[in-house]
């Protein structure tokens, strides 16, 4: 019986991950960016995305704009407390601070890491880190608060 009880809650994580996916593939913004959910479950979410030419802040550096950061922390986000095991109906971003480290490589491929933390009735926490081919550096870190929608 235990084990009926788990196959069935691991088939829900799987339903409801591969619905997650179809949701934030049909999201404008993510998009034009071309990111992909690569993570989802267990209050975490990880979204990525390749180097385009049309992405950059400046042109000279070949680096990505800052605000192409921001939305895919944003979204990354969002789709973490989608995640939290309390299963909330939505989300809308209610505050996000980010803090730019440094330029994102040139040519790499673009990854944002969040983390759901602390949920209450009818507020979220998230924890964000953006990275590029060096895991140990990060690009930018950030910290928000989402709505909760039950």
């Known amino acids: 019986m235990a084990g009926d009880i788990r196959g069935r809650a691991m088939q829900q994580d799987d339903d409801r991950a591969r619905a997650a996916k179809q949701f934030f593939e049909t999201l404008p913004h993510l998009r034009a960016l071309g990111g992909r959910l690569v993570g989802f479950g267990d209050s975490r979410a990880e979204i990525e995305m ?3 030419a049309e ?3 400046d042109p000279r550096s070949g680096v990505i704009h800052g605000g192409v950061v921001s939305a895919l922390m944003d979204t990354s ?14 989300t809308a971003t209610i505050s996000l601070r980010i803090d730019y480290m440094r330029a994102a490589t040139p040519g790499s491929k673009l990854r944002a890491r969040a983390e759901c933390f602390h949920m209450t009735r009818s507020v979220a926490f998230v924890r964000a880190v953006a990275l590029d081919d060096d895991d140990e550096r990060p690009v930018a870190t950030a910290t928000g608060s989402f709505t909760v929608e039950r």
Not at 77 to 87: E, F, N, Q, T
């Open 50 to 52: 390749d180097w385009r």
């Open 55 to 57: 992405l950059v802040g």
């Open 77 to 90: 986000g969002g789709a973490a407390v989608m995640a939290h095991p309390d299963r909330p109906n939505g």
